[in-house]
T-cell receptor
Framework: QQQVKQSPQSLIVQKGGISIINCAYE??????FPWYQQFPGKGPALLIA?????SEKKEGRFTISFNKSAKQFSLHIMDSQPGDSATYFC????????????FGSGTQLTVLP | EAQVTQNPRYLITVTGKKLTVTCSQN?????MSWYRQDPGLGLRQIYY???????DKGDVPEGYKVSRKEKRNFPLILESPSPNQTSLYFC????????????FGPGTRLTVT
């Protein structure tokens, strides 16, 4: 059972454009929603995370938008750069859970120069 | 440097030949996990551990074993590997504290022929 659905599977954006990746979750008990960035040959690394008590969190060019009623959250990358080309994973978890994270299927982002 | 290390990074083996992938972290983290990454499926949790001698199954535990005899180490054991276990494997760790950030190792590319 896929508890976190991510789209699109791949995304091509021109340099300077906005990249948008969407995720939807099913379990309303989730209360921690991170995004991980993975470069080829590397392990995923935390990019930005949000909790459901806020609707938006911004760190530099990266913004998470969160819609609790729709059970959806998205990653926006403003002024996308070729160095942002990577695979992005959304994930979800429960507070205090040792069970770790449930990941989406990933989005391969390519930013053209 | 805070890190999660895995060995080996690449492994080609044959069906049925027992193997162990080692994982070690130097951050004194309580929680450790193993994930496998397959195209279109994202990262799926195999096993996780909350502390020494405390382990539990994740989403895809069949065909795998783990042990946690020391806090820093969490080896993944494939007693009788099969071709469907060909995958990219990641070990991860995080503290039991309020930060839910997981730190991933560099990955182990396993091919079972």
């Amino acid at each position: 059972q896929q508890q976190v659905k991510q789209s699109p599977q791949s995304l091509i954006v021109q340099k300077g454009g906005i990249s948008i990746i969407n995720c939807a979750y099913e379990n309303t008990a989730f209360d921690y929603f991170p995004w991980y960035q993975q470069f080829p040959g590397k392990g995923p690394a935390l990019l930005i995370a949000i909790r459901p008590d806020v609707s938006e969190k911004k760190e530099g060019r990266f913004t998470i938008s969160f819609n609790k009623s729709a059970k959806q959250f998205s990653l926006h990358i403003m002024d996308s750069q070729p160095g942002d080309s990577a695979t992005y994973f959304c994930a979800a978890s429960f507070s205090g859970s040792a069970r770790q994270l449930t990941f989406g299927s990933g989005t391969q982002l390519t930013v053209l120069p | 440097e805070a890190q999660v290390t895995q060995n080996p990074r690449y492994l080609i083996t044959v069906t049925g030949k027992k193997l162990t992938v080692t994982c070690s972290q130097n951050m004194n983290h309580e929680y450790m996990s193993w994930y496998r990454q397959d195209p279109g499926l994202g990262l799926r949790q195999i096993y996780y551990s909350m502390n020494v001698e405390v382990t539990d199954k994740g989403d895809v535990p069949e065909g795998y074993k783990v042990s946690r005899k020391e806090k820093r180490n969490f080896p993944l054991i494939l007693e009788s590997p099969s071709p469907n276990q060909t995958s990219l494997y990641f070990c991860a760790s995080r503290s039991a504290g309020p930060s839910y950030e997981q730190y991933f190792g560099p990955g182990t590319r396993l091919t079972v022929t």
